[in-house]
């Protein structure tokens, strides 16, 4: 409904003359910003919010992007369950724009929230969750979101990068159908370097599949799932929440016990941890930037993601005897 009046609305402002101009698009995040911008290409550039070295995960709204909203045409997110600090701006200031909430596309492998034992439950600012709590049960008293119980870190598997790239494709040229042909041919010739990075991706990681490790932040089942990689546990769930004292206890002895090959921290959060849980065993650390913090937004950004992870892991698990 919205999408058609913005058709409408956009046709009569600007007349046939600037038919051809990109809409306003803005994007929560960078993974995702970079699939949109490979779709745009030729023909806009999106804008991007959570922009930088931060984790969407202790992200907070500035007045620019509250501004970069409120003249937004299409707007492109995970969803609540991954950028809680967007929901309320989307509500209050994205008024004009046709909001896409991705984690609704059509063709996504979902994967429920995992917890207990070494791996808290996750949380991502929203506070609905408890830990302890069943999310993948639906007995809960929170059924104001139908969207809670899988873990919203979907990029990190291709086969879902491709599924939002369909998305994303499709909502652009409903949005702007005079450049449909520039995004149909980007759209198509992304779905096909997603598949060579898959098998790419395979290739590397198939050596280190059965070597345990530890992560920062349970970010990665998707990337598992598809590369068989094994992730023994995690250091906290919640980015937001650091670990006490008694977590980071618990994580060391499993460090231990496991004999974990690796255990890896991520550019914005504490190394110093890292180095508390694996002293005095065999491990080995190494960084995962499964948020791109540290990579600059971009149509490449997301396969520099991908191949960046692949990279690491192989790095740190094949080293040594
Ligand atoms: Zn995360």
Redesign the pocket.
């Known amino acids: 409904m919205k999408s058609i009046a913005l058709l409408l609305s956009s046709a009569g402002l600007f007349g046939a003359s600037s038919a051809f101009a990109a809409p306003d698009v803005i994007v929560s995040i960078k993974p995702i910003h970079s699939l949109v911008a490979s779709i745009m290409k030729g023909v806009g550039e999106p804008k991007l919010i959570v922009d930088g070295a931060v984790?969407?995960?202790t992200f907070t709204m500035k007045p620019s992007n509250a501004k970069a909203l409120e003249g937004a045409n299409l707007v492109f997110w995970v969803g609540h369950g991954?950028e809680a600090f967007m929901e309320k701006p989307l509500e209050a200031l994205a008024s004009k724009a046709t909001v896409v909430t991705l984690e609704d596309a059509p063709g996504l492998e979902k994967l429920p929230f995992r917890e207990g034992g070494a791996f808290e439950a996750h949380d991502?600012g929203d506070h609905h969750h408890d830990e302890g709590e069943n999310h993948a049960g639906h007995d809960d008293d929170h059924d104001d979101h139908d969207h809670e119980g899988f873990d919203t870190?979907l990029w990190l598997d291709p086969m879902n990068a491709k599924a939002m790239a369909i998305e994303i494709e499709k909502r652009l040229v409903q949005a702007d159908p005079a450049n449909a042909a520039a995004y149909q041919a980007n759209g198509a010739a992304l779905l096909k370097q997603l598949d060579a990075l898959d098998g790419e991706l395979k290739a590397t990681l198939s050596p280190v599949k059965d070597k345990p490790f530890i992560v920062f932040?349970d970010?990665y089942q998707y990337f598992e799932h598809r590369y068989d990689v094994s992730v023994a546990g995690s250091i906290t769930v919640s980015?937001e929440n650091m670990p006490g004292a008694e977590r980071v206890g618990q994580i060391h002895k499993k460090v231990k016990d496991l004999g974990a090959t690796c255990v890896f921290a991520e550019p914005q959060f504490e190394p110093k941890l890292i180095k508390v849980v694996t002293e005095g065993t065999v491990a080995r650390s190494g960084t995962l930037d499964?948020?791109a913090a540290t990579l600059k937004a971009g149509p490449n950004l997301y396969f520099e993601l991908m191949r960046g992870l692949a990279k690491s892991m192989k790095d740190c698990l094949s080293k040594g005897a």
């Open positions: 984790s969407p995960h991954m991502h870190h932040h970010a980015p499964p948020e």
